[in-house]
């Protein structure tokens, strides 16, 4: 069974300073990776999509890179903001026979500080 | 572009009542998905389409029926509401290439449910 594990659970840093959010799974036969981010009460709103083939995707400040062989996928936000603040999940997408699902990590919680 | 759209935002049922959430999204999305979200548990995957008559269930169905008539719309009914359904839920659609999503998945902004 797939496990997806995102370490560490809280995160907290200074404005300015650089965020690097780890994700990990289990089985390397992904068929692709997307993180999202969660504000409170609030819904999930998608911040990459790095596709099986692909090894980092890139959208402004974030940088997300992806290796399956060793089962990891990290989340790097440059030059964080209090605006980033906010609940970071990793999914996969795993297939089984001839559909795909997703698996999420429990997520990483982060704060901002001014 | 409305994306995907969850009614209720909030409900309060009592143990033993039946409801149905709705979802609909406008994107043509062959995908669509229902989740819940616990404290510590992370998302689990309640049933999922890959098309309209087509449905799967996911990690936690029991307790849950999906239908799926149309493209747009994918409602999920709690049979016999029970306190252990108390959760968070969001609806998700995403393209498709061959049944595996293959797209960016898009989310609805969530029901939050209270059984008492």
């Known amino acids: 069974k797939q496990e997806v594990t995102q370490i560490p659970a809280a995160l907290s840093v200074p404005e300015g300073e650089n965020l690097v959010l780890n994700c990990s799974f289990t089985d390397s036969a992904i068929y692709n990776l997307q993180w999202f981010r969660q504000d409170p009460g609030k819904g999930l709103t998608s911040l990459l999509l790095i596709q099986s083939s692909q090894r980092e995707q890139t959208s402004g400040r974030l940088n997300a890179s992806l290796d399956k062989s060793s089962g990891r996928s990290t989340l790097y936000i440059a030059a964080s903001q209090p605006g980033d603040s906010a609940t970071y999940l990793c999914?996969?997408?795993?297939?089984?026979?001839?559909?795909?699902?997703?698996?999420f990590g429990a997520g990483t919680q982060v704060v901002v500080t001014p | 572009n409305a994306g995907v759209t969850q009614t209720p935002k909030f409900q309060v049922l009592k143990t033993g009542q039946s409801m149905t959430l709705q979802c609909a999204q406008d994107?043509?999305?062959?995908?669509m998905s229902w989740y819940r979200q616990d404290p510590g548990m992370g998302l689990r995957l309640i049933h999922y389409s890959v098309g309209a008559g087509i449905t799967d269930q996911g990690e936690v169905p029991n307790g849950y029926n999906v239908s799926r008539s149309t493209t747009e719309d994918f409602p999920l009914r709690l049979l016999s509401a029970a306190p252990s359904q108390t959760s968070v839920y969001f609806c998700?659609?995403?393209?498709?290439?061959?049944?595996?999503?293959?797209?960016?998945?898009?989310f609805g902004q969530g029901t939050r449910l209270t059984v008492v």
């Open positions: 994107m043509n999305h062959e995908y």
């Open positions: 998700a659609s995403s393209s498709t290439g061959g049944g595996r999503p293959n797209t960016e998945a898009f």
């Open positions: 999914a996969v997408i795993i297939v089984r026979g001839s559909w795909g699902k997703f698996q």
